[in-house]
């Protein structure tokens, strides 16, 4: 499968904890989205990282990238109960004619409790 | 306009029913996709259009789907004959990038087919 898949499928903290989950693809790719889904909502972009970045950040995000593992992580730093949603990694593999064609995985389903 | 605008929110149709999903993209956006989200799991892509060009339509389940953009902005996606297990809700995403840089979804529409 091209797909991106998150580790883990679930995950349960505490207000005020970091969140950290992973994402692990097969092909290589020009870049890789993390998106956040609400429950009953349309996917909210985070973050794009680039094939050639290793790292980015964007308020309470980080995100790493390693292309020789083909892994990448989310970590959310101070949770809020806000947080809680479904994160999706989605890998742009580099084979899709020149434009985006992402490919989702499951997801990890976050909850943060107040 | 300001976001993504899919219509109807919800669709619910009988078994061989025909339906139409519209997808208003934000104003100029040259790409678009169309994606279908099964419970509980990612979207899976369906199409894109770049402009009125649909460059990709290698996603679409089978010769019942068909998507449309004819004039390079507003999009339909055509279910024929429904089945139950074209019961899903039905995203669309816009990007300003030819290469779908960050994709705005909308709010999809979550068709039911009894």
């Known amino acids: 499968s091209q797909q991106g898949e998150e580790d883990p499928q679930a995950l349960s903290i505490q207000e005020g904890e970091n969140a950290t989950m992973n994402c692990s693809y097969k092909t290589s790719i020009n870049n890789l989205q993390w998106y956040r889904q609400n429950s009953g909502r349309g996917l909210v972009h985070l973050i794009l990282i680039r094939s050639n970045e290793r790292e980015k950040h964007s308020g309470r995000l980080r995100v790493t990238l390693d292309t020789s593992k083909k892994s990448s992580s989310l970590l959310i730093t101070a949770s809020r109960a806000a947080d809680t949603a479904s994160y999706f990694c989605?890998?742009?593999?580099?084979?899709?004619?020149?434009?985006?064609?992402?490919?989702f995985g499951a997801g990890t389903r976050l909850a943060v409790h107040p | 306009g300001a976001g993504v605008s899919q219509s109807p929110r919800y669709k619910v149709a009988k078994r061989g029913q025909d339906v139409a999903l519209r997808c208003d993209p934000i104003?100029?956006?040259?790409?678009l996709f169309w994606y279908q989200q099964a419970l509980g799991q990612g979207p899976e892509f369906l199409t894109y259009?770049?402009?009125?060009?649909?460059?990709?339509k290698s996603g679409l389940p089978s010769d019942r789907f068909f998507a449309e953009r004819p004039e390079g902005s507003v999009s339909t996606l055509k279910i024929q004959r429904t089945q139950q297990e074209d019961s899903a809700v039905y995203l669309c995403?816009?990007?300003?990038?030819?290469?779908?840089?960050?994709?705005?979804f909308g709010s999809g529409t979550r068709l039911t087919v009894v």
């Open positions: 995403a816009s990007s300003s990038t030819d290469r779908g840089d960050g994709y705005t």
């Open positions: 989605a890998p742009a593999p580099s084979f899709s004619g020149g434009y985006n064609k992402l490919i």
């Open positions: 104003s100029g956006h040259v790409s």
């Open positions: 259009f770049q402009n009125e060009a649909q460059l990709d």
